[in-house]
């Protein structure tokens, strides 16, 4: 596609529900990174894939947190018993490569604004 | 730890005139890149700037220019003759030499009035 697309835009959960947020990268980018904005904060990396597999999942907060890239093109960020303050727009975006080679630049889609009530 | 710090939580110039948002950052490594980053409401994160820390010229893009003073661990971000566009948050960003982490400030609100 044209660009990086998430969906949904937003979604308001109860605590304890399980939720997946999808990421729809540009096509043919192989690098896709989940990034957490908190209210008030800059982004917070979360994992990076390179095609299929996570390269860097160091930014995971915790177990409840999990992501997939099953074909290495769409991602999916799942998180299970959501707690309050999972609440956060998750920021996904790419590049044509990983962003480790320096020349490259991400590009980000518009998010997925999580509530968690 | 690299931290990167934006002391400004929040600014208004008139349209038209020139801006200066300041960041510092803390890190002991020597090659590195530095950013800047746009969001509007829209909330889709725009890269306006980059800088790599082994050049030593600023980086120019249009209106936008930084001064990159990289003992003092500084980076800020000039706008020229800004525009009501240029509305939004603005982050600071670090991103160490062959990493595939990009480390954000908590940002500063740029608001352009009439």
């Known amino acids: 596609g044209a660009g990086v697309s998430q969906t949904p835009s937003n979604k308001v959960t109860e605590k304890g529900k399980y939720v997946e947020l999808r990421c729809d990268p540009i096509s043919g980018h192989t690098a896709l990174y989940w990034y957490r904005q908190s209210l008030g904060q800059g982004p917070e990396f979360l994992i990076y894939f390179q095609g299929t597999g996570a390269a860097d999942d160091s930014g995971l907060p915790n177990d409840r947190f999990f992501a997939v890239r099953p074909e290495g093109s769409v991602s999916t960020l799942k998180i299970q018993r959501t707690e309050r303050g999972d609440s956060a727009v998750y920021l996904c975006?790419?590049?044509?490569?990983?962003?480790?080679?320096?020349?490259?630049?991400?590009?980000f889609g518009a998010g997925s604004r999580l509530t968690v009530l | 730890a690299q931290t990167v710090t934006q002391s400004q939580p929040e600014m208004s110039v008139q349209e038209a005139e020139t801006v200066t948002l300041s960041c510092t950052y803390d890190?002991?490594?020597?090659?590195?890149?530095l950013f800047w980053y746009k969001q509007p409401p829209s909330r889709q994160m725009i890269l306006v700037i980059r800088q790599e820390a082994y050049k030593q010229q600023n980086a120019t893009e249009n209106r936008f220019s930084v001064n990159f003073q990289k003992a003092a661990k500084s980076f800020s971000l000039k706008i020229s003759d800004s525009q009501l566009g240029d509305t939004a948050m603005y982050f600071c960003?670090?991103?160490?030499?062959?990493?595939?982490?990009?480390?954000f400030g908590k940002g500063t609100r740029l608001h352009i009035l009439p």
């Open positions: 890190t002991s490594e020597n090659n590195y890149y």
């Open positions: 960003a670090f991103m160490k030499h062959a990493d595939d982490k990009i480390i």
């Open positions: 975006a790419s590049s044509l490569i990983g962003i480790n080679s320096g020349a490259n630049v991400l590009t």
